[in-house]
Each structure stands twice: as C-alpha cells, then as structure tokens.
C-alpha cells in the first residue's frame, strides 16, 4: 500500500465554509470556558497494582522505541501528605497534590500506550467507534494510474490530464478517510481508554467528535459501492478510468452523506467547546499534545482533523470539474455535468440547514431579552388572571400564513426616540423582525426590554423614506381601510 501526502485543499466553499475560516480551524489557547461532562466509563484497564498489562494491541510494528521490554510497572501515587502546626495540619504553599498525581498519572497512561499500543475499547464503546480494519486491502491504491494502464503512453495529452484528475478524486479520498480514523482510533479511543481509569472524565467525546464514525462509514460505502468498483475496473481491463462509470454514485450523493449536515450544524458547538477544554483543562491539553505527536496523528492537530469533513465536502465540485474541463467526450461531459449539479444541490440544503441554525440561535438569544408582553395594567386580581394568557409573546412560535420551513428571523435592533402625548418624548428600543416589529423599553438593571406598546405587524406596516439624512425612517401603521376613520393603531417613529 502506498502514501500519498496530502494535496492542496484549496479554498473553501459556499456559507460552511465561510463558517470554519471564522473559526480559524485552530485551537486557540486563551478562551475563557467550562468544562464539559461525559459519563464515567466503568472498568480499568491495569489491574490495581500496576504489575500486568491486559488487553493492549500495538497500532503497527514496531510502535514502542524498543524490543524486548519487560512490562511497565506503574507506581502508586505518593499518600498526600501533612502540612502546617504541630499536628500535621494546613495548608501546603505548592499545587495541590491531588492535581500533581492526576498529572503523573496522565504521563505514566500516555507513555503506557506509546510503547505497548492502545488498548482496546471495551464492546459497546467498540461497536460505535470502532470502524473496520485500517489495513484493509480493499482501500490500497497503486501509486499512479499509468501502473494500471499499459498503453498510457500512446494516449493523448488531454485524456491523460483526464486520468490524473479522476486518480486525484480516487487518492484523496483514501486519505481523508485515513485521516477521519485519526479522530476514532488515536484521540477518541485514547481519551475513552483514560476516562476507564478515572482521567479527563469531564470530557465528552461525543461532543467533540460528533458522528464522525457516521461520517467514516459513509465514505466507506462510497468507496466500496462507487469508487472502487471504477478502480477494480481499470485493473481488470488495463483500459483508462470512465468517469460515466461514477454518474449513479454522485447522483444519490445526498442521500449517501446525509451524516455531514448534523456534522455542519454542530460544528460551531464543537469547535468551542475544543477552546475551551484546551484553555482550562491542562490534563486535556497533555493528551492533546500527545496525540499531535504520536506518528499515527501524520503530524495532524486537533483543529485541522475538526475542519477535514467541511473540507472534503465542499472540495467534490472542484474535483469534478477539473474532470470536466479535460472530458472532450460529450457522454462524459453530460454525467460529469449531472454529478456537479447533484453534488452543489446538497452543498446548498447544508448551508440551508446552517443558516436556519443560525437564526434559530439568534432568534432565542433576542427572546431571553425580551420580557412579558405587558401593555394593560390590570385593575383587578381578576383582570389580571384573564389577561395573563393573552400577555405572552412567544417569539420561536411559528409564523402564522407561512410554510412550516420559514422561521422568524431578527433583522435589525436599535434605540429610536418616539412622540408620548403631545410634547412628550420616549426614548425606546425597536427590534425588526422579518414579521412583526416590537417597541420595548430598555431595562437597567439586566440586559432586557419590556414591550410596552402592542406589537406592529409588518403586513401594516409603511415605511417612507426622507429626503433628510438625519432622520432614519417615519413608520406608521394603519387598520383596515373599512375601520380607517376610527384613528391609528401605531403613531410616528423616528
């Protein structure tokens, strides 16, 4: 089986994208956090002396820094000692020593696995994160498709640039795979083993890799179902890889990657929650840093592994089109132009997706300030009783005379100055949303408005602009043209 370093990922794509370049794809090191929770694994892996070691596989041969070792004895943590009076009682003027053996622990488990190799998960934590054999023959691949193709020299030039392309598409996804197990097989079962003795159990594994094995099955079956059988193909006939052979794959793309758009609307959530374990948990870090060492990472970070699958998807269209761009052929060019429209089709529902999630979140984030819909003063204990159902203003409730798909979206807040009586001036806080616009009044003692005048419906809404620059907007709203006579429901906002 041969490598192949990885090629230039190139720019990203469309809103996903736009998305992680925000997040940077590194780890940063000084965001404030807290910490997150996982449930204990059950079950050690060393026996309580330390004196054998069970259960232990090795990664590749040779993975320890010599042959021949005898079995690595760990010690038991020092009993906390006594400080301060006369009788042993105080408090030490150093770390505490709690953390200190946690620590020694933590480097004692790491070095454990680096010369005897991680041990294996225990069934149900194996069934869900472990993902075949990564020394699968099915996934090695020739170094270069002219091996394949006996006659590659009497080819043209154009097909040949055809060849290399469609061997890019083939490579690529061999190494995204491998790297995608990087995440499951070192950092994952790696943190799941610690937390089996007791360490770095704070941290969810879930909520840092998500359905990445989803993801690593998915891609599986798209070798084996679509780009494999291509390959196996050209071995067996010594002819060039058809890309006409690859159009019913990429025309179910949708269907065969569905796991990337939970994947896509976690990533905000996971990406922080990285930070935040790197900033406040130095044991997370120590892992970390090892696991971006150890010879199986290929020199990859955390950060880079969490950006691989937004990567990888939004990279399929380029590869396609280069495809296309050295496909002469008009049979060719017809699939490849299918494929690229079924691949983009799905990138769209993703950023759809995201951009939903995203204004959901700022669509909760704008109700928590908004307080109780309050207009009337009630004049009794009975008054008030039956206006209490009326007096709520549920801002994540479906939009009425819309398709269940279109949500409420806040498009813009901000201070305004509004006319009370004649003379009188309010000063009030006007928040825009894609239906309906409320006027609130600031309150200082939280970050929160109270509605205080009825809530304005868009549909009667009209808004004129002013030749004066000075002033922002005149909004009024009006009844029904039948009931017009009858006065304004909403008066001048400037």
């Known amino acids: 089986m041969h490598a192949f370093d990885p090629p230039n990922e190139g720019r990203l794509q469309g809103l996903v994208a736009s998305r992680i370049e925000t997040y940077g794809g590194r780890l940063r090191t000084s965001t404030p956090s807290t910490p997150g929770s996982l449930y204990p ?12 070691l069970q259960g232990y596989v090795r990664f590749t041969k040779g993975s320890g820094p010599a042959r021949g070792l005898s079995p690595l004895r760990l010690r038991e943590p020092e009993p906390e000692k006594r400080h301060g009076g006369p009788f042993g009682v105080g408090t030490p003027h150093f770390p505490k020593l709690k953390e200190v053996t946690r620590a020694h622990e933590l480097e004692v488990r790491l070095h454990t696995f680096s010369m005897f190799g991680m041990p294996r998960l225990p069934p149900e934590d194996r069934r869900h994160w472990e993902i075949g054999d990564d020394g699968d023959s099915s996934l090695a691949i020739e170094k270069s498709w002219k091996e394949l193709v006996p006659g590659h020299k009497e080819m043209s030039r154009e097909l040949c640039h055809q060849q290399e392309a469609l061997w890019e598409l083939l ?11 990087i995440m499951t097989d070192l950092l994952a079962a790696g943190l799941l083993n610690l937390q089996r003795v ?19 099955r998915a891609h599986q079956s798209f070798w084996e179902e ?8 050209t071995r067996a006939s010594g002819q060039p890889l058809d890309p006409v052979s690859l159009q ?20 905000k959530q996971t ?12 044991l997370f870090h120590t892992f970390v840093q090892w696991c971006e060492k150890h010879k199986r990472s290929g020199r990859q970070t955390l950060g880079d592994l969490l950006i691989k699958p937004h990567q990888r998807i939004t990279k399929y ?12 052929e008009a049979r060719a060019r017809e699939a490849l132009t299918a494929m690229i429209a079924a691949v983009e089709s799905f990138l769209r529902h993703i950023n759809k997706q995201v951009r939903q999630g995203e204004e959901q979140e700022s669509l909760a984030a704008a109700a928590q300030r908004i307080g109780p819909y309050e207009v009337l003063e009630p004049s009794s204990e009975e008054v008030e009783k039956n206006l209490r159902p009326f007096s709520t203003l549920d801002l994540t409730a479906p939009v009425l005379g819309v398709a269940s798909g279109h949500t409420r979206q806040l498009l813009l807040e901000g201070p305004a100055r509004m006319k009370e009586g004649r003379e009188g001036k309010l ?28 809530p304005l419906m868009l549909e009667k809404l009209v808004c004129r602009p002013l030749r004066d620059p000075s002033m922002s907007f005149l909004g009024e709203t009006f009844p029904s043209p039948s009931h017009r006579g009858e006065g304004e429901v909403g008066k001048g906002i400037r």
């Not at 490579?171 to 197990?181: G, H, N, P």
């Not at 679509?226 to 193909?233: A, K, S, Y």
Request: with cysteine.
């Open 317 to 328: 269209p380029l590869l396609l089109q280069a495809v296309l761009k050295r496909s002469p």
């Open 226 to 233: 679509v780009l494999g059988p291509t390959l196996e193909e």
């Open 41 to 52: 694994r059950g079950g050690p892996v060393l026996d309580p002396s330390g004196r054998h």
């Open 198 to 216: 007791g360490l770095l159990t704070e941290v969810s594994a879930e909520t840092l890799f998500g359905n990445v094995p989803s993801l690593i």
């Open 248 to 267: 019913n794959g990429f025309l179910s793309f949708s269907q065969r990657f569905q796991p990337y758009v939970l994947y896509c609307l976690r990533v």
């Open 427 to 454: 000063d009030v806080y006007l928040f825009l949303f894609s239906d309906v616009l409320l006027v609130t009044k600031p309150l200082r003692r939280a970050d929160k408005a109270k509605v205080i005048r009825p």
């Open 171 to 181: 490579t690529t996804e061999l190494i995204y795979v491998r790297k995608l197990k």
């Open 271 to 282: 990406m922080a929650y990285a930070w935040k374990q790197q900033d406040n948990n130095p």
